[in-house]
Every structure is written in structure tokens, then in C-alpha cells.
């Protein structure tokens, strides 16, 4: 959107703005407010807290399905190729589950 030959989509886009600079400087702008906010939930995730009283946490995984670990794109045909399997429940491996408690 920020490519002055694209003025026509940021102007739909961006109806309310009158002039070409400034939708420019919105468009060059958002991606920056994005990773920022991004990176403050991040940052927020990372913070240790403990539950609330009263509350119990557990962690049920498993370790009997076969679970991607390492992928790989095959850009002839633009799909992802499974290129190494682990232990681990289809979505998550047992190895990310150990470390997650601390083991």
C-alpha cells in the first residue's frame, strides 16, 4: 500500500484521508505500530505470575502421535513438507511440554 502507484487502493482503504502523503504516512506507519504492540505482548507474556488462589493449573500431554518438528517448503509446488517427527500429542511435542513445566 505504501507504493505510490497503489494511491488508488489506500485512497478505498483509507477514504477519510484526503491527500496522498498523508495516507502514505499511515501506510508506511502501521506496520511499525503492529510489531510494537506485538512486542509489548510479548514482553507481557514474560512477566511470571502465579495463579490466583484457589486456582490449579495442570498440563495433560501426550507422547504417543507423531508431531511435525521441522518443516520445509517445497516452492515448485508451494506446500509444506513434513522433514522430521517427533514424540508429542499432533500439535505439540513432548519435548515443548517439558520444557514448559521445567523438566
Given at each position: 500500500m505504501a ?5 488508488s487502493?489506500s485512497?478505498?482503504l ?7 502523503e498523508s ?9 511499525r505500530k503492529c ?5 509489548q505482548?510479548h ?31 517445497d ?10 517427527n517427533?514424540?508429542g500429542?499432533?500439535?505439540i ?11
Amino acid at each position: 500500500m505504501a507504493d505510490p502507484d497503489q494511491d488508488s487502493v489506500s485512497q478505498e482503504l483509507l477514504p477519510d484521508i484526503p491527500d496522498r502523503e498523508s495516507r502514505e504516512c499511515i501506510t508506511l506507519n502501521y506496520p511499525r505500530k503492529c510489531l510494537f504492540r506485538a512486542k509489548q505482548l510479548h514482553q507481557a507474556l514474560d512477566i511470571p505470575a502465579a495463579p490466583s488462589p484457589g486456582v490449579i493449573i495442570n498440563l495433560y500431554a501426550g507422547e504417543a502421535i507423531e508431531t511435525p518438528t521441522v518443516m520445509s517448503i517445497d516452492i515448485q509446488v508451494s506446500k509444506l513438507i513434513v522433514v522430521r517427527n517427533s514424540t508429542g500429542a499432533g500439535v505439540i511435542t513432548a519435548t515443548t511440554t517439558q520444557h514448559a513445566i521445567g523438566g
